[in-house]
C-alpha cells in the first residue's frame, strides 16, 4: 500500500499523504502501479468531458478544458518535462549543456512548439473521440500515458544529476515491463465499436514512440531523468488518442 499511496502522491495532487521514507525498492514498486493511477485520471477525464458535453459546449472547447484540467490534477509535471526535455534535445551542445538547459527553468522554442503540439493533438483527438461516441477510448488514453512510464523504467540509468531518475531507473522487472502493455493492448480491443483492432493498435504505437523517445534521450542525456518520463507520459497519451481517433 505505501507503493499505491506514493504513486498517487507523486503523480496527482490529491491528498494521498506516500510514505516518511523513499527508497528505490519503494519508488519502483510506485512506478509498477503507475498505470493504476492512469486509469483513475483517465475515467476521471472521461466523466468531466461527458459534462462539458452534456453542458453544451463544443466538442473541441471540451477537449482542452479537459487537458487542462489533466495538467491541474497532475501538477503540470508530464507538460514541464516535456518542455524541459524538447529544450534539451534542441541543443547542440554536449550532454552536461543539455542537462543544464533542461535545468534551467526556462522555456525555449522548442518547449514551447512542443507544448502546443501535444497540446493541440490531445485536445482535437479528445474532440473526436467524444464526437463520435468513443468515450472509453479518451480514458484508454490517458492510462496509456501511465503505462508508458513501466517499460521507460526497464533497462537505463539515471542521468548524472538526476534526483528522480536515481530513484526509478532500471527499477522495473522484464515481466511487470511487459504485463502492463498486453494489459492496456488487451483494453484496447474493447474500445473502439466496429475496429476491435484500432485499439491494440493505438496502445502499440503510442508505447513503441514513446519506447524510441525515451532511449534517444538517454543516449543524448547519458541516462534518464523525471523529465523524459513526463514526456515520456504526454507523447504517449498524445499518440493513443490520435490513433483511436482515426475514422471517426
Not at 509498477?32 to 476521471?44: D, E, K
Not at 458535453?53 to 491541474?72: E, H, I, K, N
Not at 533497462?155 to 515481466?175: E, S, W, Y
Request: charged fraction near 10%; include cysteine.
Amino acid at each position: 500500500m505505501n507503493a499505491v499511496r506514493l504513486a498517487f502522491s507523486w503523480l496527482t495532487v490529491l491528498p494521498v499523504r506516500g510514505p516518511a521514507a523513499v527508497d528505490r525498492v519503494v519508488a519502483g514498486r510506485a512506478i509498477a502501479f503507475a498505470p493504476l493511477v492512469g486509469v483513475a485520471l483517465g475515467l476521471g477525464a472521461t466523466a468531466l468531458m461527458r459534462v462539458f458535453v452534456a453542458a453544451g459546449t463544443s466538442f473541441v472547447l471540451a477537449g482542452l478544458l479537459v487537458v487542462g484540467a489533466l495538467a491541474l490534477v497532475t501538477r503540470g509535471m508530464h507538460l514541464d518535462g516535456l518542455a524541459d526535455t524538447a529544450d534539451g534535445l534542441g541543443c547542440y551542445g554536449p550532454p552536461e549543456r543539455a542537462r543544464e538547459i533542461m535545468k534551467s527553468g526556462g522555456v525555449g522554442p522548442f518547449a514551447v512548439a512542443a507544448l502546443v503540439f501535444a497540446i493541440g493533438v490531445q485536445a482535437f483527438s479528445y474532440a473526436a473521440l467524444a464526437e463520435c461516441g468513443r468515450w472509453w477510448a479518451i480514458a484508454l488514453a490517458v492510462a496509456v500515458g501511465r503505462v508508458a512510464v513501466v517499460p521507460a523504467c526497464r533497462g537505463a540509468a539515471a542521468a548524472p544529476g538526476a534526483g528522480f531518475g536515481a530513484l526509478v531507473a532500471d527499477t522495473q522487472g522484464r515481466a511487470t515491463a511487459a504485463a502492463w502493455p498486453v494489459i492496456a493492448a488487451s483494453a484496447g480491443l474493447f474500445v473502439v465499436p466496429g475496429r476491435w483492432w484500432l485499439g491494440a493498435v493505438a496502445v502499440g504505437a503510442a508505447l513503441v514512440v514513446a519506447k524510441l523517445v525515451v532511449r534517444h534521450c538517454v543516449r543524448r542525456f547519458e541516462g534518464i531523468s523525471g523529465d523524459v518520463l513526463g514526456a515520456a507520459v504526454e507523447i504517449a497519451v498524445a499518440v493513443t488518442a490520435a490513433v483511436l481517433s482515426l475514422r471517426c
